[in-house]
Every structure is written in structure tokens, then in C-alpha cells.
């Protein structure tokens, strides 16, 4: 029966050249249709994703994914309560398996005042265990190899508005009692393009910050915690809260920047409305193909009507032409989505705007749940709107083989 089916499908084009030719570019047309919908759909989902991510872990290492601090701790006042983790607690921690460093680190809000202007900034004082991937991809300007207490590391858009260069001096004023003043020089200059974080945070070594707030060596406003991956947040979070016995405040980055994550979480939308419009269209023009191919052949489905074949035959054998559309669709969909996905992820030959999307190229992400899903979702459509031609086929009438004869 198998092997009926398939003859009947393979021979369902017309006899005459012209109708041959004119059914297969009909068919062609369908397969190029499906094949450009399913890049489409994959693409927007390897770039959605790529973005998400790559806006995640800009955000993440600034502040890690989690930061423990003694509850009700405040960086921005002077009183603020230090917290001190000892080794036998560090390590406790980083064996974690979701975490990758514990570092510790002081915030403490500051004013620089130059000649022409005054502008309030936070200090983050780092210690060489800072994430290291942050420098390596933001710095412009600079080094971080060696940086001592009297020198700092502004961001672009600090040293823009205060017409800031390497080498320059400046004089931070820390509101406390009494005032405190640091002059510091300008080591590094560097851009993550997040404007919200740009626009406020220095990093400086750590002890200046300690001997400020009248603290050992050992003490810290916070303890950074940076994960493997940010999937990770949750229980990660949840086994550092276990080993610290709930005794200290556990803060996530997407607590902490709920405006950024709550955006990124936004953009799903985006991915299911293209998602949707270009899966109705692939079915769209399936459904049409197959209605097509379905009154070309009236007259043929009428005569196998006479000899016998029933409506669930005939059924079988428009459903094995559509499946032939989809699958072949599908397939090189996938590969040509792929290829171009590859080409971009290795060599960003796509340029962004920083200063309007975070990051100067198309970030790229291969999540392959996303794929199977994406797939799954296309031949499952599609072969319900392959039922639909059926619906011709039932009220086609054999006398009909007399008037397509």
C-alpha cells in the first residue's frame, strides 16, 4: 500500500510537458516558501537569544550574578555595615558547583570635582580576583595589570563628560564625617555601552576604600559571586543561601537591575510574533500548493474514484506530496539557518550601533531546545493544514472524470 502511495504521489504531475512543468514550479515556489520561513524563524531566535544573553552577561559582570552582604547593608553611607567572610566560608562557597569565583569587593559613593564641573560616581573597589572577562572585553584605553591605590578606571562616557584622558588626575570628594578627599589618576578608560552603569561606576583598588571606611583588610562591603552561566541564578542561589544559614542578604542581578531584565524578558514577544507570521505564512502557501495540485488533478482523482480508490487513499497520497514540501523545506531551511548563524557567530561581520543595542555586532546563540521546538511546532502545523486539501478531495464526484477526460 506504501509503495502505491508513493507511486501515485511521484506520478501526480501531468503527463504533458507543460502541466509537468508548470505543477513542479508551483511546488518549488511552496518548498522556497517553507525553506525562507524557517530561516527566518530560526535566525530571530539565534539572535533574540544571542542578545539576551550578551545584555545578561554585560550586566552580570559588573555585579556578578549574586552578591552577599550583611542584611540592611547600605555601600552609599559611611556607617555601612562590613561583612568578612573567612577562607573555610569562601570556599564553601566556590565549591559550589554553579560558581566559578567569590571575590570580595567596597562600593562607596563619591563627587568628582574638576575645574569646570562636579559629578557623583561609585567607587567600586576590586581586588585581582575581579571578573576578569570584564576588563578583557571593555577595556579601550589602559591597563588593569597592576592597579594601585591611587589609580582608577573610568568609563568612556565619565571621562567624556568631564574631559578625562589617561594619565589625568582627579579629586573625589566622599561625603562622611569628617569630609574625605582622594585624588586619583586616571589608569584605564573603559566602554560597556550600558549607559545606566557607564554613567556612574569607577573601579579602584580596594584598600583605599577599606582605610576610608576605617575597615581591615579582610572586610568588604559584598561578596560577588560569578556563575558558570546565568541559568544557573536560581539554584545557585538557593545553595549559597544554605550555606550561609540564612543569615546574610542574597541579592540576584536580575533583582538588582529589574528594568534591564525585565526588557530582555520582553523581547520573547518579539520571537513568538515572528515565529507566528512566518509559520502562517510557510502554511499559508502549503495549504495553497496542495488545493492546486488537488483541482489540477480533479479529473485523476475522479478516474481513481471509478476504479475503486477510496477518499482515504487519495488523502494518503496529496498528504505524502505535502509532506515531501514540508520536510524538504525544513531541511535546507535548517541548514541554510545554520550556515548563516555560524558565519555570524565566528566572524560578526553584522554591525550594530553600541550606543542604540549595547554591543557593536549581532551576538549569536545556538539554543538547541529552541531549534527542536521551532521544528516540531512546523510539521505539526503543517500536517494538520495538509488535512484541508482532503476536504476537496471528499466532494470531488467520479461523473467529473467524464467532463476531464
Not at 583605599?208 to 571606611?213: G, H, I, R
Not at 531541511?331 to 550556515?339: E, V
Request: contains cysteine; proline residues 3%.
Amino acid at each position: 500500500m506504501n509503495g502505491l502511495i508513493r507511486f501515485l504521489s511521484s506520478s501526480f504531475y501531468s503527463s504533458s510537458k507543460e502541466g509537468k512543468t508548470r505543477i513542479q514550479r508551483i511546488i518549488k515556489i511552496s518548498q522556497l516558501s517553507t525553506c525562507i520561513s524557517v530561516i527566518v524563524m530560526l535566525l530571530s531566535v539565534f539572535i533574540v537569544k544571542g542578545f539576551q544573553n550578551k545584555i545578561k552577561e554585560k550586566v552580570s559582570l559588573f555585579d556578578a550574578h549574586i552578591s552577599v552582604s550583611e542584611i540592611q547593608s547600605s555601600s552609599f553611607k559611611s556607617d555601612a555595615q562590613p561583612i568578612y567572610l573567612d577562607d573555610k566560608k569562601v570556599k564553601s562557597i566556590e565549591q559550589i558547583k554553579e560558581v566559578k569565583h567569590v571575590y570580595p569587593i567596597i562600593e562607596k559613593g563619591g563627587i568628582i570635582k574638576t575645574q569646570n564641573s562636579v559629578y557623583g560616581v561609585l567607587l567600586k573597589g576590586i581586588t585581582p580576583k575581579f571578573s576578569p572577562s570584564f576588563f578583557k572585553e571593555n577595556l579601550i584605553a589602559g591597563t588593569v595589570d597592576s592597579l594601585t591605590k591611587s589609580q582608577v578606571i573610568i568609563s568612556e562616557e565619565i571621562a567624556h563628560k568631564l574631559q578625562l584622558k589617561l594619565g589625568d588626575k582627579l579629586r573625589v570628594y566622599f561625603i562622611q564625617d569628617p569630609i574625605r578627599v582622594r585624588v586619583f589618576k586616571v589608569s584605564g578608560i573603559y566602554k560597556s555601552a550600558l549607559e545606566e552603569l557607564d554613567s556612574r561606576i569607577i573601579f579602584c583598588a580596594i584598600s583605599p576604600l577599606q582605610k576610608l571606611n576605617a575597615w581591615g583588610s579582610q572586610s568588604a562591603s559584598k561578596y560577588e559571586v560569578l556563575l558558570h552561566s546565568i541559568e544557573q541564578l536560581e539554584s545557585a542561589s538557593q545553595k549559597i543561601l544554605s550555606k550561609t544559614k540564612y543569615a546574610l542578604n542574597i541579592e540576584k542581578v536580575n533583582d538588582k537591575y529589574p528594568e534591564i531584565f525585565g526588557w530582555l524578558a520582553l523581547l520573547d514577544m518579539n520571537v513568538y510574533v515572528i515565529l507566528f507570521f512566518a509559520l502562517l505564512v510557510a502554511l499559508i502557501n502549503i495549504v495553497t500548493t496542495l488545493i492546486i495540485l488537488t483541482i489540477e488533478k480533479t479529473g485523476v482523482i475522479s478516474v481513481l474514484k471509478v476504479l475503486g480508490a477510496s477518499n482515504g487513499l487519495l488523502t494518503k497520497v496529496f498528504s505524502f506530496s505535502g509532506i515531501k514540501i514540508i520536510f524538504k523545506g525544513l531541511f535546507y531551511g535548517n541548514i541554510i539557518a545554520f550556515i548563516l548563524a555560524f558565519l555570524q557567530y565566528k566572524f560578526c561581520f553584522v554591525k550594530l550601533n553600541p550606543d542604540t543595542y549595547y554591543i557593536d555586532y549581532v551576538p549569536i546563540y545556538f539554543s538547541f531546545t529552541w531549534v527542536i521546538a521551532v521544528n516540531i511546532l512546523s510539521i505539526c502545523c503543517s500536517l494538520l493544514c495538509i488535512l484541508l486539501p482532503s476536504l476537496l478531495i471528499a466532494k470531488t464526484s467520479p461523473s467529473k472524470a467524464v467532463r476531464f477526460s
